[in-house]
């Protein structure tokens, strides 16, 4: 009977050490508040690049312009693609509760062409990219970009030390971005050649789902780019009379091909297209096709004219600039010594094809024997021009699709 006790006060014993012990529970307060007002998202940082890395500045390899700078294609009313980047979080409610971010980019506050002055080019959604890990790489890369930065960042953001150091609005967008509280957005889209160079202003929209709107303003350069191509490589003057009172004028067209064969047999009908983001007007400048210079009264024996479009008081008369020299030092020594003639009558537009007029006259002939075939050299090209009186009402050029802006792999994640 005595060890039955004994035995079973062991066993509670061992129960007894086996029970743990339980802590008080902890009690926190808690509050929420609905806002009268939809509180906005913030747009901590904004820049644009040219290549879709985030860190490319076509017009400006070195970085050493402020603003970003975004050359032209050089081609016929030509795309030049642009991405959009930002870093948007929702600091009351959470990055979950933005529905939408958008690019919004601005004509220049003056001087813009076709648009009015400050009015809306367009507007495009942007897509969230990648994952935390890909959205701080991205931005770091572009924030290291310099001596002048691409990235603008808004002094509205906190400042935090992070990972140590100094306190700063870029701690604070790092560690938000580490953490996935705030989301790098990225959009694609284009600048086209038939927009006016200049400094367009561009605005990242962010939308909360209770409409709440943060924004984040800076603007970027479209880099000036003057120039033209011709769809010809030589013209065929022909018979031409001596001492006629007229010119003599092979005619051009709006059509954007190159007839078959050399100048000496076929005559290649002349257009011009204007390949910049500028207004321009066409030059010209031409030896003497051999046909001489005279002493007394002094002068070339030959004179040109040229003019864009049918206006018949538009033609521009020009003198040679040199006389004929044989192959292949010409064209080197006419580019080098002569002056050209700015064909002062007409301005090309933006994404504008124009025909090309050019005329003769001839008043002696000096090289011997008679009937000789005259050969020679003309250089054509462009120059700025200012806007002409009617700007903006002369474009039909579509705009083509575009596609939806790339979102990287992998995909964002909470």
Not at 99 to 128: F, L, R
Not at 188 to 196: G, K, Q, V
Not at 317 to 345: C, H, I, K, R, W
Not at 349 to 376: M, Q, T, Y
Request: aromatic letters at 10%; glycine letters at 8%; a negative charge.
């Amino acid at each position: 009977m005595i060890r039955l006790i004994i035995a079973v006060v062991a066993v509670i014993a061992i129960l007894a050490m086996a029970v743990p012990v339980v802590a008080a529970d902890t009690t926190v307060n808690t509050g929420a508040t609905v806002p009268a007002t939809a509180t906005p998202p913030l747009v901590k940082a904004k820049w644009e690049d040219s290549a879709g890395n985030g860190v490319s500045e076509s017009g400006d390899t070195s970085h050493t312009i402020a603003n970003f700078q975004l050359k032209p294609n050089g081609g016929f009313q030509a795309l030049t693609d642009i991405w959009f980047w930002a870093v948007v979080t929702d600091p009351d409610q959470g990055v979950g509760n933005i529905s939408n971010v958008y690019a919004d980019v601005n004509y220049p506050a003056s001087g813009a062409d076709p648009g009015p002055n400050g009015a809306q080019k367009y507007e495009i959604t942007m897509a969230k990219y990648g994952d935390a890990a890909a959205a701080l790489a991205v931005f770091n890369n572009a924030y290291a970009v310099g001596p002048q930065p691409i990235v603008s960042i808004n002094p509205a953001t906190p400042e935090m030390s992070w990972p140590s150091g100094t306190a700063t609005e870029v701690g604070d967008i790092r560690y938000e971005l580490e953490e996935g509280l705030a989301y790098v957005y990225v959009g694609h889209f284009y600048m086209d050649n038939c927009e006016l160079a200049g400094d367009y202003t561009v605005t990242i929209k962010a939308v909360n789902y209770q409409g709440g709107v943060g924004i984040w303003t800076n603007t970027m350069t479209w880099t000036e780019l003057t120039g033209a191509r011709y769809d010809f490589s030589g013209v065929a003057f022909g018979n031409v009379p001596l001492n006629s009172p007229n010119f003599k004028v092979i005619g051009g067209d709006k059509v954007w091909d190159n007839v078959a064969g050399t100048a000496s047999t076929t005559n290649q009908i002349a257009s011009i297209e204007n390949t910049g983001n500028t207004y321009i007007k066409m030059t010209v400048k031409a030896d003497d096709m051999q046909f001489g210079y005279n002493s007394s009264p002094a002068g070339y024996n030959v004179k040109y004219e040229a003019r864009l479009g049918s206006d018949p008081l538009a033609f521009t008369q020009f003198d040679p600039v040199m006389q004929y020299n044989m192959p292949p030092t010409e064209p080197a020594s006419l580019v080098a010594t002569g002056t050209a003639t700015v064909v002062n009558d007409e301005t090309l537009r933006l994404c504008a094809i124009e025909k090309v007029d050019l005329g003769i006259k001839v008043f002696k002939d000096n090289l011997l024997p008679a009937n000789s075939a005259h050969v020679g050299y003309m250089i054509l090209g462009a120059v700025i021009a200012p806007a002409p009186p009617n700007v903006g009402t002369e474009y039909s050029y579509p705009q083509p699709p575009v596609a939806n802006p790339p979102v990287p792999t992998p995909a964002p994640t909470r």
